[in-house]
């Protein structure tokens, strides 16, 4: 916009002009002119995004529904142009919603809503027909068919960008052999080279998704995505009410014109989640120091008082004046300071008092008089007290003549400005300021700033809170300062933690399911985080690690990142779980990592979920977290639990390697050693499997038949104990068997014995059998590596 | 002569062989246990005034997988030393070494000499049997001796007599690797002098000092050979010469004193078979250095370190070696024993050594 120095008088007419030309541009039409604000940069891009605005609209309308979702999407080539198709198994949309809902930017029934969701707004899928639409000209072609209806309902339709409307090219009836869903199709301009995001895109919905079955066709390859075993959809989650620490001024005020409530107790409690009775008092008496200020409390004088009553009351006969005062004698007896309120509200009680004594009236005019002349009276020495408050607040290298300065100049104050000693905060220090500056001025000395905030806060503490009523509700919408005012109470009151039953964490068992299906690795590892808060909005952080099998070794680890059930694939480097991840130090945790930082390497996939009500982002396409230290706090936590388990895994399959090569290495040179002494000696071949079993620290098994007894000994050469399945293979009938069970099984006796046996001791199973019987031993219940077998 | 026949080795070695097979019939884990070579483990053996091993062990088992190849490559080389002994050869400790190469059994192959020097020493002392009656020889050969000395020395090609001044050039007589294969057949020596450098031997030959004072002189060469120790012992026991040591003035040249007269740390199971424990010790000490304010270097750190160790050496600790140790570390000097040339090549046989031996009682 350029804009002109205009002259007054001459060139009148450019603002007019200007005017003319300026309009109100469509949201629609905006989006069309800033597509990358929405993930539609490139054409590549721009058909990830598609995918994923479409699935992510199936995913909640079928968990909506209560139905285990089932979504296809296929992606053919058209000429120069891709078509994008998006079938879902959800309960379908109206006749009257379909145009809305696929037309219409902006609209959705997520905008407002505080519980956790895929999209936090509602501008997805008609973005992405805008976009269709924009790149191949053609409309998107939508059939819907909800529950029970005999048909399907298709739509042809467009968005007009000037009006933000949807406009159906045409509508009809038709056949589908789905009972219920949805399908769209969009045509747009796009290309493959985003294949791998694509891909990365399905397979990490899937794992984010264990109760989901999913489908993708593209022209090149053909992925099926089955659902986890006994997966469930996910728990129900309750929309909340905003926390009173996550609310800024114009909602507040936008909360106090539309509430029922009168009172501001009442609006409060009703329109804010973890405000009860009790903290709605805290919250309106902090909102009462900041709206009306407190009251300087000063000390009774003992004397005065009496004669400060008797010469306000006229009119009244000595003994009932002598009445009064005694009363009101009696109501200040107990009070060790007090305020101009606390002041009326003895005169009041003694007035009552005394006029029941005596049965004269005392009016308010006479209730007045004597308010005044004892507050007069009560506030001629302010000096003494302020010089108590500022000798307390001030350390000990202020002198006497330093205090006094500053008591006497701020009582002067007092006296001067503030009816009834009540004052805000803000202006109470100023009193203070004033004070030190002067007598900086004056005297040389210095009153630092901690001075100053010291004093201050100790005069603050002797002040009373008013008892004043608060406004109602539709006052403070309209007083903007009043509303600052409820505000800041509301962020200075300590409030416990909002709900978590707006949250819908994927658990542990699901987060490993999901890996378990989608990757094929040796072990897996998950854990969820308890919920926390970020600026008033509830979240939950997950992690979950997969490790080994085919996963490949060279390379960094694969990340995969999601907020609410969402992959984020694009902008890795710039999202706070990459740099979170970067920053631990995985060596500790047996993932090599060069240089000590920086995302760790090994057949690894790691990946973090982040859930919320309020997920921030780094920008509008919604593809990295932005950095907020509650948040990362978290993600480090999570991804610490989980990888503590890997760690123990790894330390595990080294020492069983270890072993293992031990084993190999001994087992290897005793026989030799064995059959060198034979030869030396000249005896016969020793059998040395004891020896192994002894030196290996195993357990071993050995089966020996004789005449008529088969007996299996277990020695257990560890330490720890042993629970071994022990079964023995026999090819004739045994009787007599010990502390076991026989089954029989095509001409073969299978002896079972489960026996525990402590570390360092022996144990024996026996069993008749005819002479010469054949035994096959096997063992479970001891690692391999662990266990010798002899038979 | 060894008290120790080919065939007695050899069974003591099949024995060996047959503790282990015990051990692996009764399921144990196999294992050896040896007398810890150190000299936290040398005790003095009154009776026999030498230094023997004391009490402590270590095991070699098949535990480990360190200790399991140790036993096969102990078994292996059991095996071969039988065989030597049964066919009657004989071999070097470094050709043992070599040999173990082309064992088709990469397991039981050794990875440095050292490694299977150990061994051998191993199995000296479990089988109480010394390397030489299994035919193993070492790579040093034994010292030059020149005296009036007339021997008869028993070889492969028959017996030959030979006096160690007459029938022998410059270089003196040639101990062989087993000297128990000597007879001494007459001598006429006032007593044995062991020096250590060749250097000094070659200037008391020169001076014509073994003719002079009727000494049989004995060339060390450094730390000497079993075999040097072993004709030094035979002297002093069979010809009941007196045995003088005479070496360079520094800590380990005490030492190489300490093996002839104590026994050494590795070998003291053989002790009392090498050892001269009446032998004295010449110098050049410590108070030599600063008597005849001979030419000296610094102590290195080293040395101090070895003095120092000395120090804890059971063997050295005596008031005598205290004494010196403790000077010398004061003085922080040694010299070599030809130092004595800067008084005079004929310093150390006209005066040195003749106030020395006086001193001593031994002329």
């Known amino acids: ?791 | 002569m060894s008290d120790i026949t080919d065939a007695k080795a050899r069974e003591r070695l099949i024995d060996m062989a047959a503790e282990f097979y015990d051990q692996f019939a009764g399921g144990d884990i196999p294992h050896m246990d040896v007398p810890t070579r150190s000299k936290s483990n040398i005790v003095f053996d009154e009776d026999a005034g030498v230094w023997v091993y004391g009490d402590r062990t270590s095991t070699r088992s098949a535990n480990s997988v360190r200790g399991a190849r140790k036993l096969l490559k102990a078994v292996y080389t059991m095996e071969f030393l039988a065989q030597q002994l049964e066919e009657n050869r004989s071999s070097t400790l470094r050709e043992l070494y070599y040999l173990s190469e082309s064992w088709d059994e990469e397991e039981a192959q050794f990875s440095t000499q050292s490694e299977s020097n150990k061994l051998v020493e191993d199995l000296e002392i479990v089988s109480g049997v010394k390397r030489e009656d299994f035919h193993m020889r070492p790579e040093e050969s034994g010292a030059k001796v020149m005296g009036p000395l007339l021997l008869r020395e028993q070889t492969r090609r028959g017996d030959r007599d030979i006096h160690c001044q007459e029938d022998v050039g410059q270089g003196g007589y040639q101990i062989p690797n087993d000297p128990d294969t000597i007879e001494f057949l007459d001598n006429g020596a006032e007593f044995v002098l062991c020096v250590e450098t060749g250097g000094m031997r070659d200037r008391l030959v020169e001076n014509g000092f073994d003719d002079e004072y009727d000494a049989i002189v004995v060339h060390l060469g450094g730390q000497p050979a079993r075999a040097t120790r072993r004709l030094t012992k035979r002297l002093r026991d069979e010809l009941d010469l007196p045995v003088v040591v005479f070496t360079d003035g520094d800590p380990w040249s005490y030492r190489i004193f300490g093996s002839v007269a104590y026994g050494s740390i590795k070998s003291a199971h053989l002790s009392e078979y090498l050892a001269t424990p009446d032998a004295q010790f010449v110098g050049i000490r410590p108070e030599d250095i600063v008597e005849y304010d001979l030419p000296t270097d610094p102590l290195s750190d080293s040395d101090v370190n070895a003095l120092e160790s000395e120090l804890e050496d059971p063997r050295f600790q005596t008031e005598y070696w205290t004494e010196q140790i403790e000077l010398q570390l004061d003085i922080n000097k040694k010299a070599e024993q030809q130092a004595l040339a800067s008084r005079g090549l004929d310093f150390v046989t006209d005066t040195y050594l003749p106030e020395r031996l006086d001193e001593m009682g031994v002329i």
Request: a negative charge; proline letters at 4%; one cysteine or more.
């Open chain 1, 1 to 791: 916009m350029t804009s002109f120095q205009s002259t007054l008088g001459e060139e009148e007419g450019i603002a007019e002009e200007l005017a003319e030309s300026q309009r109100e541009i469509s949201i629609a039409e905006f989006f069309e002119k800033n597509k990358h604000m929405l993930g539609f940069d490139s054409g590549a891009r721009g058909l990830v995004t598609a995918v994923k605005e479409a699935v992510d609209n199936a995913l909640d309308a079928t968990e909506e529904a209560g139905i285990l979702p089932d979504i296809y999407v296929e992606i053919q080539e058209s000429g120069d142009y891709y078509r994008l198709i998006v079938e879902d198994n959800g309960p379908g949309i109206t006749k009257e919603q379909v145009p809305k809902v696929f037309g219409k930017l902006l609209y959705g029934s997520r905008f407002h809503a505080r519980e956790q969701s895929r999209g936090q707004q509602g501008i997805g899928i008609s973005a992405a027909v805008l976009y269709s639409q924009l790149t191949s000209g053609t409309p998107a072609k939508i059939t819907s068919r909800t529950k029970g209806s005999e048909t399907a309902k298709y739509f042809e339709l467009t968005i007009d960008t000037d009006t933000n409307e949807p406009v159906i090219q045409d509508e009809s009836e038709t056949t589908w052999e789905r009972s219920q869903g949805t399908r769209i199709e969009l045509e747009m301009e796009a290309n493959m080279r985003a294949r791998s995001q694509l891909h990365d895109y399905m397979q990490h919905t899937a794992v984010v998704n264990p109760h989901a079955r999913l489908e993708l066709r593209e022209p090149k390859n053909h992925f099926k995505y089955e659902r986890a075993e006994g997966a469930e959809l996910p728990a129900e989650t309750e929309e909340i009410r905003p926390h009173p620490h996550g609310v800024e001024l114009g909602t507040v005020i936008k909360m106090l014109n539309a509430t029922d409530s009168h009172s501001l107790r009442g609006f409060l409690q009703e329109e804010f989640t973890r405000v009860g009775a009790k903290t709605a008092d805290s919250i309106l008496d902090a909102f009462r120091d900041r709206h009306y200020g407190r009251e300087m409390t000063w000390s009774v004088p003992r004397e005065g008082v009496s004669e400060a009553v008797t010469d306000a009351v006229s009119n009244k006969s000595g003994a009932d004046t002598e009445a009064f005062a005694d009363a009101l004698g009696e109501e200040l007896a107990d009070a060790d300071r007090v305020s101009f309120t606390d002041i009326e509200n003895a005169v009041d009680a003694a007035a009552d008092a005394a006029s029941e004594e005596t049965g004269t009236t005392f009016g308010d005019t006479v209730r007045e008089n004597v308010v005044d002349a004892v507050w007069t009276a009560v506030t001629e020495n302010r000096d003494d007290d302020l010089y108590g408050f500022v000798d307390d607040a001030t350390s000990v290298q202020k002198d006497d003549a330093t205090v006094n300065g500053i008591s006497w100049r701020i009582a002067e104050k007092f006296g001067e400005e503030t009816p009834r000693d009540r004052l805000l905060r803000e202006d109470l220090r100023d009193f203070v300021v004033r004070a030190a500056e002067s007598i900086e001025e004056r005297n040389g000395v210095t009153v630092g700033e901690t001075s100053r905030e010291n004093i201050t806060e100790r005069l603050w503490e002797a002040m009373r809170r008013v008892e004043d009523d608060v406004p109602l509700a539709r006052e403070v919408a309209s007083d903007r300062d009043a509303a600052r005012d409820l505000l800041d109470a509301m962020t200075s009151v300590d409030v416990i933690s909002p709900p978590t039953n707006c949250l819908a964490p994927i658990t542990p068992e699901l987060i490993e399911a999901g890996l378990r299906k989608e990757v094929d690795a040796d072990f897996y590892a998950a854990a969820t985080r308890d919920a926390d808060v970020h600026g008033g909005d509830p979240f939950v952080v997950e992690a979950g690690i997969a490790y080994g099998g085919d996963i490949p070794a060279d390379g960094t680890v694969q990340l995969m990142r999601f907020a609410n059930r969402v992959p984020l694939v694009y902008q890795r480097g710039a999202c706070a779980t990459t740099q979170t991840l970067k920053g631990i130090g995985w060596r500790n945790y047996g993932l090599d990592q060069p240089g000590g930082s920086g995302l760790p390497s090994g057949p690894c996939v790691i990946m973090v979920h982040v859930a919320s009500t309020n997920v921030p982002f780094t920008s509008e396409s919604k593809d990295a977290l932005a950095s907020v230290p509650a948040i990362e706090d978290e993600i480090e936590l999570a991804v610490r639990e989980a990888a503590r388990e890997l760690k123990s895994y790894l330390n595990k399959k080294r020492s069983m390697e270890k072993r293992r090569e031990k084993q190999n290495v001994i087992a290897d040179i005793l026989p030799k050693m064995a059959h060198k002494v034979s030869e030396m000696t000249d005896r016969e071949d020793l059998v040395i499997e004891d020896s192994l079993a002894r030196i290996m620290n195993n357990v071993l098994v050995e089966s020996e038949v004789t005449e008529d007894a088969l007996t299996v000994s277990v020695e257990n050469h560890a330490d720890t104990n042993a629970d071994l399945d022990v079964t023995a293979i026999v090819d004739a009938e045994p009787s007599d068997v010990s502390a076991g069970s026989v089954v029989e099984m095509d001409g073969e006796y299978f002896l079972k014995w489960e026996p525990t046996v402590s570390g360092g001791e022996d144990a024996e199973l026996t069993a008749t059998v005819p002479d010469g019987t054949d035994c096959e031993l096997s063992v479970d219940g001891v690692d391999a590596e662990k266990l010798t077998v002899n038979q």
